[in-house]
């Protein structure tokens, strides 16, 4: 008896060949679903990366406005109690300025009291930022000074003859101009 051949082509069912192509046809699908779970994996990681980024600028911009927004809170509560304190100032300066030393051993020690008191006072003011603008015998400037009386002086221009009352400056912000006579020669002349 002669066996018989199959005509059809490829390796007869249960042949370890075709067992092999079998498994290899498999193994090709199942890596191109692994390939397509892997690219839509690494698109979803890009797009939580993005999101990600996006939520860390988002917060860093927010923490820098809130501390602006902190700084500018702290800056606009200490103008107000500068501005407060600033009559005190003036007081404490026209007593130092008007007192007459050698009236009393007393009276020289109240003196020396209100002169600690004042520089103190001045000297905390200063550490928050307040400075003195200086005005005599400068040139008039109106973003600084207050002219409030005017003299005959020898100058063109506006000088500041005399301050009446001291201007200050709180973080390079005029807080309060400096209240000054002004002196000018009289265009007649």
Known sequence: ????????????????????????????????????????????????????????ADFENYRKRMLREQTALVERATEGLV????????????AVRNAEPGESAESDKLLKGVELVFAELLG???????RRIDAEDRPFDPNLHEAVMQVDGEHEEPVVADVMRTGYELKGRVLRPAMVKVARRHAAE
């Open 83 to 94: 501005e407060q304190l600033l009559p005190v100032l003036d007081s404490l300066e026209l």
């Open 124 to 130: 905390v003011l200063e550490k928050a930022g307040l």
């Open 1 to 56: 008896m002669t066996p018989e051949w199959d005509e059809s082509p490829g390796e007869p069912e249960g042949s370890p060949v075709a067992d092999l192509a079998g498994e290899t046809a498999e193994e090709a699908e199942a890596a191109a679903v692994v390939e397509a779970d892997l690219a839509r994996l690494a698109s979803e990681r890009d797009e939580y990366l993005d999101a990600l980024r996006r939520v860390q």
